[in-house]
């Protein structure tokens, strides 16, 4: 995976937070993902696909990231993970997918992406099943940390 | 003025029912996929309708409300992530009326209400 495809995926993020909850999360340094293991409460995770591009974007939260996430966009706090808050991380792993699907396709490498899906439990594992490596980018939102995993293969790279 | 929001994210149609009342706008009803639409649309002025959904996405159902001789006029404005020109461009040629990219601002969605209700 070529290490400007995370590019739209960082700026994606960025953009989801500022607009629906006015703050700009903090970008600390990317790594190379080496186990599966993640080190959150629940995931939302969109797989992508076209004719040349396979890959996955999954944003992973621990419980006090996510409630927080939840209480500067809805404008409400819960204390627990609902049902609610967990819609809430599925459809911000949908906006992120679909800002970076605006921009590959601005640049001639369209896709199409997938209904997000959303994984619980402590330290859950996520497997990208694609045989490139899995670039982990961790944030920090309000003092807060939460990561984003892209996997992504071109097939003519 | 009653407003249907469809979308599957519980998440999204309460950011924008909120804002919709905010904004004035009592009458707000709610479904989560085109199917569900489809059974709620007596009475709806508006739509504000996702592009992504489980059973019949926003696409399938512009083109088979666009057909229906009772609904065929009701206006919708495409609220969803698929923002790439070609996808635009296909939404508008099967009748979707106006459109915005999320994430969004909801005084934009008010605004492109307020201007599309006017015309």
């Keep these: ?157 | 003025m009653r407003i249907l929001i469809v979308d599957d994210s519980v998440t999204m149609r309460k950011i924008i029912s909120k804002s919709l009342n905010a904004a004035g706008y009592g009458d707000v009803i709610e479904a989560t996929d085109g199917a569900d639409a489809m059974s709620k649309m007596t009475g709806v002025d508006l739509v504000l309708l996702d592009w992504n959904m489980p059973v019949m996405d926003g696409l399938s159902f512009v083109k088979e409300t666009r057909q229906s001789p009772v609904f065929g006029e009701v206006p919708i404005i495409m609220v969803t992530t698929e923002g790439a020109q070609k996808e635009v461009l296909m939404a508008l040629k099967e009748g979707v009326n106006d459109y915005i990219v999320k994430p969004f601002k909801t005084e934009i969605l008010v605004q492109k209400i307020e201007a599309l209700m006017s015309r």
């Design chain 1, 1 to 157: 995976m070529k290490v400007e495809y995370i590019n739209p995926f960082i700026e994606a993020v960025n953009n989801m937070m500022q607009t629906m909850m006015g703050v700009t999360p903090q970008r600390l340094n990317l790594s190379i993902k080496t186990e599966a293991l993640t080190t959150g409460d629940v995931s939302g995770i969109i797989g992508f696909a076209d004719k040349n591009i396979t890959g996955a974007v999954a944003l992973t939260f621990p419980i006090e990231t996510v409630l927080k996430i939840y209480e500067l966009m809805m404008g409400e706090k819960i204390l627990t993970l609902t049902p609610e808050v967990q819609d809430t991380v599925g459809e911000m792993a949908n906006i992120v997918a679909g800002g970076a699907k605006r921009t590959f396709a601005e640049n001639g490498m369209p896709f199409h992406i997938s209904i997000p899906s959303v994984i619980t439990g402590r330290n859950h594992a996520i497997f990208h099943k694609i045989g490139t490596p899995v670039v982990v980018v961790p944030f920090l939102v309000e003092g807060l940390p939460f990561n984003m995993e892209v996997s992504m293969k071109v097939d003519n790279q």
